[in-house]
């Protein structure tokens, strides 16, 4: 596996209005969807962050902190070689969008993620 770079972060928060001011009108993110319980922003080269409600139901993983997800080349063989070196990874990869993404827990206990971009 050979990580490209960061490509994505997330946030859960019970402070969701101002977590989302704070990026749009403090670090002047480009604010480019909501969902409900979801905040999305473009970054110029074209990352992502997202910050999500407490309440919203596809992030309730989402427990320790901002998550991170590093952009990998190929998602089915980031996979197994997590798998393969014991690493936690949680449910299945999921798609949309272009891109296919996986969550897996650290050695730290943390939540983590990869990204890879599909043709």
């Known amino acids: 596996m050979h990580v490209q770079g960061i490509a994505w972060v997330g946030t ?3 402070r969701w209005s101002e ?5 749009e009108h403090r670090l002047g993110l480009r ?3 909501d969902q409900s319980g979801i905040a999305v922003f473009t970054l110029d080269n074209g990352d992502t962050v997202e910050v999500f409600t407490t309440d ?3 992030h309730r993983h989402f427990t320790t902190g901002p998550v991170v997800g ?3 080349d190929d998602i089915e063989s980031a996979r197994a070689e997590l798998e393969a070196s014991g690493i936690d990874v949680l ?4 798609r949309g969008g272009g891109l296919a ?3 897996f827990r ?3 206990d943390n939540i983590w993620e990869l990204t890879a971009k599909e043709a």
């Not at 977590?19 to 990026?23: D, R």
């Not at 449910?91 to 999921?94: F, H, K, S, V």
């Open 12 to 14: 859960r928060t019970d």
């Open 91 to 94: 449910g299945p990869i999921q």
């Open 101 to 103: 993404w996986l969550h």
């Open 70 to 72: 590093f952009a990998v």
């Open 31 to 33: 604010r480019r969807d």
């Open 19 to 23: 977590t989302v001011e704070m990026f």
């Open 106 to 108: 650290g050695a730290d």
């Open 56 to 58: 919203e139901p596809d």
